[in-house]
C-alpha cells in the first residue's frame, strides 16, 4: 500500500527490510501490510507562551517574565528528524509543545538569575538572545530548532520594580540623549575628518600630480639617457666589432703575405735549386760556347771579309774592264742609234726578242707536271700548251710598244731614215 503526507508531517515506516526505519517528510511511501508498520509526527510550527512567575534576579528582587517562542520539528535535516522521532514518536503535539515550553522555562529561569532587573529593562534584546542562544543549543539535540524568541512582558507586584521601571525609562531616556548627543558630535567630527580628508586627499593628489610629473621628466630623461647611451655603446660596439673584424682581416691578410712570401721564397729555393743554378751553368756553357763560336766566326768573318774583298777586287777590275768595254759598245752602239735612229733600236728589240720569249717559256721547261683544265670546247692536250705559249708571243709586240713606245709593225712598212 502507498502512504502520502503533507510537508507539515513525516511518515517513518519500520519492520521488515525496513532497518533503520525509513523516515520520509512531504512524500509517499509503499508499505508492506502486517510486516511493516507506518507512524507520523507532526512537523507544524508550535507557539509557547514561556511564563517564569517571581524568579529571584541576581540582586535578590523577584519578578515575573514572560516571553513568546516558536518552535517545532526540523524535517529537512535527516539527524533532527531521526532525534526527534526517537524523542517523540507516538506523541501529540500537546505533548511534545509542553516538554519543549519546560526547557525553554528553565532556561528562562536562569538567564533571570544570572542578571538584574536593570539589565533586564534596559537591554531586552540581550535577554532574548542570551534565552534563544542556550535554549537553541539544548532543544536541537531532541530534533526541535528554535524559529524565534520574543520578551513580551516583565512584572512584579513589589514597588521596587515600579522605580526600577521609572529609573530605566530616565537611564533609557538620558541613553537615548547622550546618544543622540554623541551621534551628533559623531557626525560632526565624521563630517569634520570627512572635509579634512578630502583636503588631505587634494594635497595628497596635487602632491601626487607634482611628484608623478617631476618623475615623469627624470624617468623619461633618464630613458632618454638610458637610450641614447644604448644606441652610442651600439655604435661602439659595432665599431669595435668592425675594428676587431678589420684587424683580423689586417692579421689575416699579413699571415697570407707571410704565407705567400714563404711560399715566394720556397718556390725561388726550389727554382733556383731546379731552374736557376742549372741554368745559370748552362748559361755559361753557352757564353763560353758563344765566345769560342764568336772567335771562330770573327776569324772566319775576317778571312771571308778578306777573301771577299780580295775577290770583290777582282770582280771589280773585271766588272770595271767589262763595264769600260760595254761602255765602249755601248758608246759606238749610240753613235750607230743615232745614225740609224728608229731601224737600229727595232734591231735592239729584235735582238732581244727571243731571251724574252726564253723568259716566257722558261717555266714551262722546268715544270714536272702539267694539269690542263678544259671548258669542254677547243683543242686539248699539248697543243693547248703550244697554243698558249704561241698567244703570249704574238701578243708580246703589244708589250713591247706598251712599255717603249716603238711599235714594231709601223717600223718594218717606213723608210729608214739615216742621219
Known amino acids: 500500500m502507498f502512504f502520502t503526507c503533507g510537508p507539515n508531517e513525516a511518515m517513518v515506516v519500520s519492520g521488515f527490510c525496513r532497518s533503520p526505519p525509513v523516515m520520509v517528510a512531504g512524500g509517499r511511501v509503499f508499505v508492506l501490510p502486517c510486516i511493516q508498520q507506518i507512524q507520523r509526527i507532526s512537523l507544524n510550527t508550535l507557539t509557547l507562551n514561556v511564563k517564569s512567575e517571581k524568579v529571584y534576579t541576581r540582586h535578590g528582587v523577584p519578578i515575573s517574565v514572560t516571553g513568546i517562542a516558536q518552535v517545532k520539528i526540523q524535517g529537512q535535516n535527516k539527524e533532527m528528524l531521526a532525534a526527534a522521532c526517537q524523542m517523540f514518536l507516538g506523541k501529540t503535539e500537546?505533548?511534545?509543545?509542553?516538554?519543549?515550553?519546560?526547557?525553554?522555562?528553565?532556561?528562562?529561569?536562569?538567564?533571570?538569575?544570572?542578571?538584574?532587573?536593570?539589565?533586564?529593562?534596559?537591554?531586552?534584546?540581550?535577554?532574548?538572545?542570551?534565552?534563544?542562544?542556550?535554549?537553541?543549543?539544548?532543544?536541537?539535540?531532541?530534533?526541535?530548532?528554535?524559529?524565534?524568541?520574543?520578551?513580551?512582558?516583565?512584572?512584579?507586584?513589589?514597588?521596587?520594580?515600579?522605580?526600577?521601571?521609572?529609573?530605566?525609562?530616565?537611564?533609557?531616556a538620558e541613553a537615548k540623549r547622550d546618544a543622540g548627543i554623541r551621534e551628533a558630535k559623531a557626525k560632526q567630527e565624521k563630517v569634520s575628518a570627512q572635509y579634512l580628508s578630502e583636503i588631505e586627499m587634494a594635497k595628497a593628489q596635487r602632491d601626487y600630480e607634482l611628484k608623478k610629473a617631476a618623475y615623469d621628466i627624470e624617468v623619461n630623461t633618464r630613458r632618454a639617457q638610458a637610450d641614447l647611451a644604448y644606441q652610442l655603446q651600439v655604435a661602439k660596439t659595432k665599431q669595435q666589432?668592425?675594428?676587431?673584424?678589420?684587424?683580423?682581416?689586417?692579421?689575416?691578410?699579413?699571415?697570407?703575405?707571410?704565407?705567400?712570401?714563404?711560399?715566394?721564397?720556397?718556390?725561388?729555393?726550389?727554382?733556383?735549386a731546379r731552374v736557376r743554378k742549372p741554368a745559370e751553368a748552362e748559361r755559361y756553357k753557352l757564353e763560353r760556347l758563344a765566345e769560342a763560336e764568336k772567335s771562330q766566326l770573327i776569324m772566319q768573318a775576317e778571312a771571308e771579309a778578306a777573301s771577299v774583298r780580295m775577290r770583290g777586287e777582282a770582280e771589280a777590275f773585271a766588272i770595271g774592264a767589262r763595264a769600260r768595254a760595254e761602255a765602249e759598245q755601248m758608246a759606238k752602239k749610240a753613235e750607230a742609234f743615232q745614225l740609224y735612229q728608229e731601224a737600229a733600236q727595232l734591231d735592239m728589240l729584235l735582238e732581244k726578242l727571243p731571251q724574252v720569249a726564253e723568259e716566257i717559256s722558261g717555266p714551262l721547261t722546268s715544270a714536272n707536271k702539267i694539269t690542263l683544265v678544259s671548258s669542254g670546247s677547243g683543242t686539248m692536250g699539248a697543243a693547248k700548251v703550244t697554243g698558249e705559249v704561241l698567244d703570249i708571243l704574238t701578243r708580246l709586240p703589244e708589250s713591247v710598244e706598251r712599255l717603249t713606245g716603238v711599235s714594231i709593225s709601223q717600223v718594218n712598212h717606213k723608210p729608214l731614215r739615216t742621219a
Not at 537553541?136 to 524565534?148: A, K, P, R, T
Open 94 to 172: 500537546a505533548e511534545i509543545a509542553h516538554i519543549a515550553l519546560e526547557t525553554l522555562e528553565g532556561h528562562q529561569r536562569a538567564i533571570m538569575a544570572h542578571m538584574t532587573v536593570e539589565e533586564i529593562y534596559k537591554d531586552r534584546q540581550k535577554f532574548s538572545e542570551q534565552v534563544f542562544k542556550v535554549a537553541s543549543s539544548d532543544l536541537v539535540n531532541m530534533g526541535i530548532s528554535v524559529v524565534s524568541y520574543t520578551l513580551k512582558d516583565i512584572h512584579d507586584d513589589q514597588a521596587r520594580t515600579a522605580q526600577v521601571q521609572k529609573d530605566a525609562r530616565i537611564g533609557e
Open 241 to 272: 666589432i668592425e675594428e676587431q673584424r678589420v684587424q683580423v682581416q689586417v692579421v689575416e691578410r699579413a699571415q697570407q703575405v707571410a704565407v705567400q712570401e714563404q711560399e715566394i721564397a720556397r718556390r725561388e729555393k726550389e727554382l733556383e
